[in-house]
């Protein structure tokens, strides 16, 4: 566990020396202050469209950070080299791999606190309301949605061949299931025959990311999430994480490394 | 001193001097954008169509994002629960916004609260519970249960108007629903604004006109909605009869019959009723409502004026 | 299919210095590669300090420096160790005595809080030279450890290796500079086309007209051999046990 947590500390390190989560905040940040500012009929208490502007631009940031921070990981080692001297100690490429995996998805949920944080202050600036109960489960639902991006990244990385076929080819799939995921059912009986068993055993097959996408409840104020649910959504993505990570590990395994 | 040496002494102090260059240039392109400049204002001013910064970006393209706009103000009335354009939409052809506004008549259909159809499997089934799944209208029942939460709506209008002007039911609608929430002098300048970008519209004067009623300024709506109404018939009098806008003239005669029946002019408002008679299908009710005003009494509420947004205090 | 080592039956003894020699594409980093357990052999065996390669717990005593290689130039050399002696389990205010020792060992102290992309190519080979180090190992495999280093480098270099040797070290690298190699090694392996040619000390391969090891060395790869190619197969490897 030790050589993980080492691999991930590299990981988050990396992360905040670079400029990409800091850069992507700020856009956030201007915008969403940005829109805030607009005269709006006179009335400063209108919160609903900046508070989707804002959780829509975390969103688009999180999916970026999320892939191209597990896009580049084992493909940077190959080319840097750095994977050499690393696996020359007693480290199994099973370790990497989960130590990358936890820093990436470490390093998400790192960001996205302070994303969230901008929001709470942005949205209880607005609304002089806090429902921060509902505001964790959005977040825990968001990490969990980054953790599994960052699973399906990482296999990506380790099946295709540059960082930019990953981020693209993910980038697509991601963005597919999240506005499309939850009609693919709808569509396939709508066309039946092959095609409609190919769109259903996709429709069983993918995994149902649009469930952490509870932005809709945030905005518009509804009740809080029953618990029992996001236990079931976190379980629900922690298969998928384990499914896509043995995926990635025995294409790593046997991977040449030149 | 002979001049070319003077000039290369010159030229090689400035070579020495980079901040020098900078300046210069800088006094250039200065100098370059200020003598443009007229001839730039004269072509926008030929151009003006193309001035507007979102027209030169999305061309007729914004139009698609204005309906989008629209819609997604109709999405927020509904505080998210709405259906995509994957799902049936026969609930929710006609703005419930604007339904509820009493800005257009109501085109749809089917039950609003089903058109996510029956559950289908347990993807389906755990994932509603990841998104609105309830049918709510803001104001009325919203999902925190706080009034006048309605502005929420105006943002998108608002955005809405900026990407199309042209379309009329923005303004109508967002008036409404600023009157509704004590904008009263907004909604009546976002109709002027309105006004100007569609001169002579009758949706936007008849709206003009009920903010003047609410601020019990009597002669002025009168005034607005007679305007209203033959700007109506210049433009609907072209038209075959059967695709002519009842909707908008049943208002505006029910609206001036009311106000004339308030004021005490009795015949004003057999006038107008007399004028709605041919153009409603189901005459009855306006029938038993000319009897009632010969018979002197005043002219309540009818479907078509179920009452006011809100009359300002 | 290309054979890169062909019956290569090779050990090496407790504190020796080991120089395996052999021109470009003899299979020298192969080997280094197999016994890192960076590849696979197709067949034949490997081991260190008595454990198969393919367990990583044969690398708990070893490090290795890689001919090429560029740390994560994020990371000042300071947090390059601390995150390789976190790997070896080393506690806490061993580990920070040992970064100090290593850093000054190989004269890179003034620059530990700079990042490594900051480095020069001889400070990046020393900062290598110090992730080797900082475990103690008793075993140091180093792939060309010279590689790029001015004459003042190699020698401090080559202080570093005697050093090592007289702490009863292993140290098994590969190298292109022959002098060097008769000085500090105990014996050496030529290897050329995949297979071993001749393995022994220095003064042993020496023909008798023969004054260096560099004219040993032609002779025994010789000139006029024509290229081969099969699989690496039937090959036996045993390091320090």
Redesign the interface.
Same mark, same amino acid.
């Given at each position: 566990m030790h050589i993980i947590l080492a691999v991930t500390g590299v990981v988050i390190l990396e992360m905040i020396r670079r400029k990409d989560v800091y850069v992507l905040l700020f856009l956030t940040a201007l915008i969403t202050l940005l829109l805030g500012s607009v005269n709006l009929f006179g009335d400063a208490n209108i919160a609903r469209y900046l508070k989707e502007v804002c959780l829509t631009l975390i969103w688009i940031c999180s999916v970026v950070i999320a892939i191209t921070t597990a896009a580049r990981q084992i493909p940077a080692e190959k080319e840097s080299r750095t994977i050499f001297p690393l696996l020359a100690k007693p480290v199994t490429r099973a370790q990497v791999l989960l130590g990358k995996f936890l820093g990436c998805w470490a390093a998400c949920a790192l960001s996205l606190a302070l994303f969230y944080v901008f929001f709470c202050l942005v949205s209880g600036a607005r609304e002089h309301h806090w429902p921060l109960v509902n505001y964790f489960q959005a977040l825990l639902l968001h990490i969990l949605f980054c953790g599994v991006v960052v699973a399906l990244t990482l296999l990506g990385s380790v099946v295709f061949a540059a960082p930019s076929s990953t981020v693209t080819i993910v980038g697509v799939v991601v963005m597919g299931i999240l506005l499309l995921g939850r009609h693919l059912h709808k569509v396939a009986l709508k066309v039946g025959g092959l095609a409609g068993g190919f769109l259903d055993t996709l429709y069983y097959s993918i995994p149902n990311l649009e469930w952490y996408d509870v932005r809709d409840l945030i905005i518009h104020n509804w009740p809080r999430m029953d618990w029992t649910v996001i236990a079931t959504d976190a379980l629900y993505g922690a298969a998928f994480i384990g499914l896509f990570l043995v995926a990635a590990w025995m294409r790593f395994r046997r991977m040449a490394l030149n | 001193m002979n001049t070319p040496d003077s000039l290369k002494e010159a030229l090689a102090a400035l070579a020495r001097r980079p901040g020098l260059h900078l300046a210069l240039l800088f006094g250039l392109t200065f100098g370059l954008a200020k003598i443009q400049h007229p001839r730039k204002a004269a072509f926008q001013a030929r151009n003006s169509r193309h001035d507007d910064p979102l027209s030169s970006l999305l061309g007729d393209g914004r139009k698609l994002f204005a309906n989008h706009f629209y819609t997604k103000a109709d999405v927020y009335f509904h505080s998210g629960f709405y259906p995509t354009i994957l799902d049936n939409q026969e609930s929710h052809r006609t703005a419930h916004m604007a339904e509820d506004a009493g800005v257009t008549s109501s085109k749809n259909t089917g039950d609003e609260e089903q058109f996510l159809g029956p559950v289908r499997n347990w993807i389906d089934a755990h994932g509603r519970k990841h998104f609105p799944s309830v049918h709510t209208h803001l104001g009325q029942d919203s999902p925190d249960g706080r009034k006048s939460v309605e502005r929420e709506i105006l943002p998108w209008l608002r955005f809405s108007s900026k990407l199309d002007p042209n379309r009329v039911e923005t303004y109508t609608v967002a008036a409404y629903w600023l009157r509704r929430t004590g904008g009263h002098v907004e909604a009546e300048q976002f109709l002027r604004e309105g006004l100007r970008a569609n001169p002579d519209s009758p949706e936007i004067l008849f709206e003009l006109g009920r903010c003047r009623e609410d601020a019990s300024d009597s002669d002025r709506a009168r005034n607005i909605w007679e305007l209203a109404w033959r700007h109506w018939q210049e433009r609907e009098s072209a038209k075959p009869v059967e695709e002519r806008d009842r909707f908008l003239a049943s208002q505006l005669l029910i609206h001036l019959a009311r106000l004339e029946s308030r004021a005490g002019h009795r015949d004003r408002c057999l006038h107008w009723l007399s004028v709605l008679l041919p153009l409603k299908p189901n005459p009855e009710e306006i029938r038993k409502r000319i009897a009632e005003v010969q018979a002197g009494l005043p002219l309540g509420d009818t479907d078509d004026a179920p009452g006011q947004a809100g009359k300002i205090p | 299919m290309k054979v890169a080592l062909h019956g290569l039956d090779l050990t090496v003894s407790p504190g020796e210095v080991f120089g395996f020699l052999g021109p470009n594409g003899a299979g020298k980093t192969t080997t280094m590669n197999v016994l890192?357990?960076?590849?696979n052999a197709t067949s034949g065996s490997a081991h260190l300090f008595g454990t198969d390669v393919r367990q990583?717990? /044969?690398?708990?005593r070893?490090? !290795?420096?890689?001919e090429?290689?560029? !740390?994560?130039?994020?990371?000042t050399a300071e947090?390059l160790l601390r995150? !390789?002696a976190?790997?070896?389990?080393i506690p806490k205010a061993e580990r920070e005595r040992r970064i100090d020792a290593v850093l000054k060992l190989v004269e890179l102290e003034h620059a530990r809080k700079r990042p490594i992309r900051t480095y020069s190519k001889g400070m990046q080979q020393r900062a290598?030279l110090a992730? /080797?180090l900082i475990?103690n190992p008793d075993l140091l495999?180093l792939d060309e450890p010279t590689s790029g280093l001015d004459p003042i480098g190699r020698m401090k270099v080559r202080e570093i290796i005697q050093r090592l040797k007289n702490e009863g070290k292993t140290v098994f690298f590969s190298s292109h500079e022959m002098g060097e190699v008769e000085t500090v090694c105990d014996r050496v392996a030529i290897l050329h086309q995949g297979e071993l040619k001749a393995a022994g000390t220095v003064a042993s391969l020496l023909a008798r007209n023969e004054t260096n090891l560099e004219q040993a060395f032609l002779r025994i790869i010789g000139f006029n051999l024509n290229s081969s190619s099969s699989s690496c197969t039937s090959s036996s490897l045993l390091l320090a046990s």
């Open positions: - | - | 890192l357990g960076f590849a990583p717990i /044969a690398r708990q070893i490090s !290795y420096l890689p090429m290689t560029y !740390y994560y130039k994020f990371l947090e995150f !390789y976190r790997i070896f389990r290598g992730q /080797a475990n495999i």
